[in-house]
Structures are given as C-alpha cells and as structure tokens.
C-alpha cells in the first residue's frame, strides 16, 4: 500500500536495514533522520536539511504533548519510531509559515481538492 506520512518512511528506512543485515544498529534513529534532513537536502541539491544561518529555512514543529509521543526518553528514537504526519503542528517552507495547527496559510485547500476531484482524478483514470 501507499503511504504519504514521511514519519512512516522514516521508520521503513531504519527497519528494514536492521532486518536485512540482521544488524539492530544497521541504522540509528540519527542516522534516518539524516537521511530524511541533511542528507535528503544535499541529494536535491538544497541549501538546507539543517537549522543554521544562511540556510533556508525549511522546517517543522513536532507536538510532543501527543500520547503516542509520550513520555519522551529520547527525541531521536521517538521521532523515528513513534511521530506520524498528524503530530506536526507546524510547517515553515524558506521561512514562511505555510501550516499551522492544522489551517494552511499559503492555500486554499478546498480550491486545491475540487481542483483534484474535478480535473486531476478524471484524468489519471481516464478510461478508453
């Protein structure tokens, strides 16, 4: 199945390297996470993946106050193998915030799924 929730890739990432090397430390929860921040950026060619200055700014807040967050030994591990998509609380794009306690700033978003309901839908499964 398809999933569209990073957090879950994330996770996939770490997992599946211990069990194909049958290696619990085959990939740390700093090491997916870098995979998924700093890495993932310098892969695309972006100046970002990382909070310092010069560097867009592109990032999120996670709202460990969730119960599937809770309690917090280690943030690392816990944003690994514990936060999914719904836990983000905020999303800032080249230092604009464009998501914020669940209203998008910069969109419509009604706009943005009749336009995917009425044009893109059809068109993906157009039949003949």
Same mark, same amino acid.
């Given at each position: 199945?398809?999933?569209?929730? =990073?957090?879950?890739? /994330?996770?996939?990432?770490? /997992?599946?390297?211990?069990?194909?090397?049958?290696?619990?430390?085959?990939?740390?929860?700093?090491?997916?996470?870098?995979?998924?921040?700093?890495?993932?950026?310098?892969?695309?060619? !972006?100046?970002?993946? $990382? /909070?310092?200055?010069?560097?867009?700014?592109?990032? /999120? =807040?996670?709202?460990?106050?969730?119960?599937?967050?809770?309690?917090?030994?280690?943030?690392?591990?816990? =944003?690994? @193998?514990?936060?999914?998509?719904?836990?983000?609380?905020?999303?800032?794009? !080249?230092?604009?915030?464009? @998501?914020?306690?669940?209203?998008?700033?910069?969109?419509?978003?009604?706009? $943005?799924? !009749?336009? $995917?309901?009425? @044009?893109? =839908?059809?068109?993906?499964?157009?039949?003949?």
């Amino acid at each position: 199945t398809e999933n569209k929730d =990073l957090f879950e890739e /994330i996770k996939l990432a770490a /997992i599946l390297h211990k069990g194909v090397q049958y290696d619990p430390m085959a990939v740390t929860a700093h090491e997916a996470l870098a995979m998924a921040t700093v890495n993932g950026a310098e892969a695309l060619g !972006r100046d970002t993946g $990382v /909070i310092a200055p010069g560097k867009m700014a592109d990032l /999120i =807040l996670v709202d460990f106050s969730a119960p599937n967050l809770m309690p917090c030994h280690d943030v690392e591990e816990n =944003l690994v @193998y514990a936060a999914r998509g719904c836990d983000v609380i905020m999303n800032m794009a !080249r230092g604009q915030v464009i @998501y914020q306690n669940g209203e998008f700033l910069t969109i419509d978003i009604e706009r $943005v799924k !009749r336009e $995917v309901q009425d @044009y893109a =839908l059809p068109l993906l499964f157009e039949t003949k």
